[in-house]
C-alpha cells in the first residue's frame, strides 16, 4: 500500500469501480422503461480475501461488491437484479502477464499450472478457470433462471477460498 502511487490508486478505482458504476447508473433507466432487467459485475476473490501488494485492486473489487448489493436494493423495486461473480485465477492475459512477472526460472505457463494447483478444484490438473467457465455463470445470473436471485456475490473460484491456510496432516 504504501509504494501504490495515487495515480495508479486512481487509474484502478476509475476502471474497475467507477467503470461498474457508470455502466450500471445509465443502463438502469432503459431497464427501468422496459420493465426490468439484470446486471452482472465482475469482481474478483481479491474483494474477500487479498495477497499482499493489490491494495488498490483489492479495495476496488471489494467496492464492486458493496455497489453490487447497494444496487440491489436500490433497483429491486424497478424488478432489475443486480449480483457480481468474483473469480478466482482466470486464464486472461492479465492472469499470464502477473506469471510472467512472478516466475522466477519457471515458464509462464509453469507457473500459471503451479498458481492452478492452488484451487482445490485444479489439484492434481494444475488448471486455473477458463473465461468460458465464468461466462457461464454470467449468462445464468443474466436469464430468467435466475430470476430470484439478487444482490449476491457468486464465487467462480474452484473452491480457492473455501479453505484455510493451515492444513492438518492425514
Known sequence: MIDTDEALWDEVMAVNLKGCFLASKYAAPAMIERGGGAIVHVSSVQAMACQTNVAAYATSKGGINALTRSMALDLAPH????????????????????????????????TVLEWGMSHPLGKGLGR?????????????????????????????????????????PD
Not at 81 to 106: E, I
Open 128 to 168: 486455473v478457470c477458463t473465461v468460458e467457465e465464468v461466462a457461464e455463470v454470467i449468462a445464468f445470473l443474466l436469464s430468467d433462471r435466475a430470476s430470484f436471485v439478487t444482490g449476491d456475490e457468486i464465487k467462480v473460484d474452484g473452491a480457492l477460498l473455501a479453505g484455510v491456510a493451515v492444513v492438518l
Open 79 to 110: 424488478k432489475i437484479r443486480v449480483n457480481t461473480v468474483c473469480p478466482g485465477s482466470v486464464d486472461t492475459p492479465m492472469l499470464r502477464a502477473s506469471a510472467d512477472r512472478f516466475k522466477g526460472d519457471k515458464t509462464v505457463e509453469e
